[in-house]
């Protein structure tokens, strides 16, 4: 990635400037930190007081610079360099200098996402759905989708332990039926497998009778 940075400095001669004869720039310019590009720019030359005359004066002048960059930036093989450079002379008496700084090889930094495994939640032995429902209800208010799923259980049906899984970023409903030993048959009996979210509750029935 490339990153373009202009510089303009107008420099006040103590003579006129009738005319510039010569012109260069070098610069000093380089990471001094992490962060932070700092340095100077040189413009040397030589000009001419009066457009008429034969000789010519030299010229010299440093110009500091320094510029922070991002710090989203990986700056470990960042280059600096001179894009462009231009100047004018501007009423006799002022050189204006325009430079264009080129920051190439910035990478933005990578950012690693923390992924968090929820915890699964046990519901335990349980002998109807009365103690079912009071149990959710103390939990907290997150449940209560669990308790929906088994209100369309007879009130006569029975069963012993149920897991509730949350659902995270990696699962998938295979995952979930290879950990847990169910068929997709027994899972859907309990749960909409149609459109599965991050942080779902499903109830994994237990395989004993």
Do not use: C
């Not at 009066?50 to 500091?64: G, I, M, R, W």
């Not at 046990?122 to 429902?133: A, G, Q, T």
Request: hydrophobic residues 35%; proline residues 2%; charged residues 35%.
């Amino acid at each position: 990635m490339k990153k373009i940075v202009p510089f303009k400095k107008d420099i006040e001669f103590n003579n006129n400037i009738a005319e510039i004869s010569s012109i260069s720039l070098e610069h000093t310019l380089k990471l001094q930190e992490e962060n932070l590009v700092s340095g100077e720019f040189i413009i040397s030359g030589t000009y001419k007081m009066t457009e008429a005359s034969l000789n010519v004066d030299p010229f010299e002048y440093k110009l500091p610079f320094d510029i922070s960059i991002d710090k989203k930036y990986d700056t470990e093989k960042v280059n600096v360099d001179i894009n462009d450079f231009y100047y004018e002379v501007i009423n006799n008496e002022i050189l204006s200098i325009n430079i264009e700084i080129v920051l190439d090889n910035l990478e933005e930094k990578q950012i690693e996402k923390e992924v968090v495994n929820l915890p699964e939640e046990k519901i335990e032995v349980l002998e109807d759905r009365e103690e079912l429902d009071e149990n959710i209800s103390e939990n907290n208010a997150s449940n209560q989708e669990v308790k929906n799923i088994f209100s369309g259980l007879e009130d006569n049906e029975r069963y012993s332990v149920y897991k509730v899984h949350i659902v995270t970023e990696n699962d998938t409903v295979e995952s979930i039926m290879q950990k847990y030993d169910i068929t997709r048959e027994n899972l859907e009996a309990y749960n909409d497998l149609n459109s599965l979210k991050i942080v779902d509750k499903l109830i994994i029935p237990s395989n004993e009778n």
